[in-house]
């Protein structure tokens, strides 16, 4: 089992930024972060795989940034120019599988998740 438990969410003005974390029991072969929006479905936002390859979502290329530190099982998600279309609860996921970064935006991949932490931005 792997436990995941997100941090960092809050309320922010448009433009402004957040950094997300998720402390890991342990680390898995890949990591990523998916939202999801009232009355929308859960969307992934970025991924990482075992060779620290990344793969972002069109609508966050050039303002998020996922990393991990693997000293400490802490998965990241540095969310800079935030807009109100960011708004949204934010989760961590973990996969069971190595799956490379091309695949990690994929939700059913995931077999381990976190509670989420909620993202607000305001106009």
């Known amino acids: 089992q792997v436990q995941l438990v997100e941090s ?9 930024s957040l950094r997300l974390s998720c ?4 680390f898995t072969y890949s990591m990523g972060w998916f939202r999801q929006a009232p009355g929308k479905e ?8 075992s060779d620290g ?5 069109d609508s966050v290329k ?5 990393s991990q530190d693997n000293a400490k099982n802490i998965l990241y998600l ?3 120019s ?12 973990a996969t069971s599988r190595d799956w490379g970064s091309p695949f990690l935006l994929t939700g059913h991949l995931y077999k381990y998740w976190g509670q989420g932490t909620q993202v607000t931005v305001s106009p």
Request: aromatic share 8%.
């Open 8 to 16: 960092g969410g809050g309320s922010v003005q448009a433009g402004g």
């Open 23 to 26: 402390e890991a029991s342990r």
């Open 42 to 49: 859960r969307e992934g936002v970025a991924g990482i795989d």
């Open 53 to 57: 390859g990344t793969i972002y979502t």
């Open 62 to 66: 050039g303002r998020f940034t996922i």
């Open 78 to 80: 540095q969310m800079n």
């Open 82 to 93: 935030l807009k109100p279309e960011d708004t949204a609860m934010y989760y961590c996921a």
